[in-house]
């Protein structure tokens, strides 16, 4: 009698199938793990651009507001009465909403332009009349009593708003309050 051994070897045909299921999962793997170093990659370079913007305004903005500061540190410069006209503006009435909220006193408002490189940004300020009885920091003295202080001089102080803003692009609005002796 003979007997037949049988061994325990897959045939290449069961093998098939089971390679290129592993090779398929392997594939969807390196493709989920591309996209989202894609996906990340993508996002930072949105992020530095948003700060490249936003630097940019800043610095539209800053320029804006140093030429209030000019504006306001000038003799000659004459405010309106009341209200605002080219962005210059008289004392803020208290209990009314802040100057720089009004649309309309934008519109009006002196505009820089600024060159940024191979790029030019425009933005705007107003200067508003705070005050123009205040001491200068200083030149107040006082004996032993303090209700006998002297002061000599009086300044003016104003509140320059400078705002760049433009369609697409960052909004940067920047205050400064200005002394001028």
Known sequence: MSRRVRTLSSSPRQQRGATLAVVLILLLVMTLIALASLR??????????????????FQAAEAALREGEAIAANPGTVLPASGCEGGLCAKPDPAAAPVWEDATVWSTAPEVTVNLGDETAKSRYIVELLADDIPPTGSCTTTGDVSETTCSGKEKRYRITARSQAAGRAEVTLQSIFAVP
């Open 40 to 57: 990340g990659t993508l996002m930072q370079e949105q992020m530095a651009s948003s700060a490249l913007d936003r630097s940019r305004s």
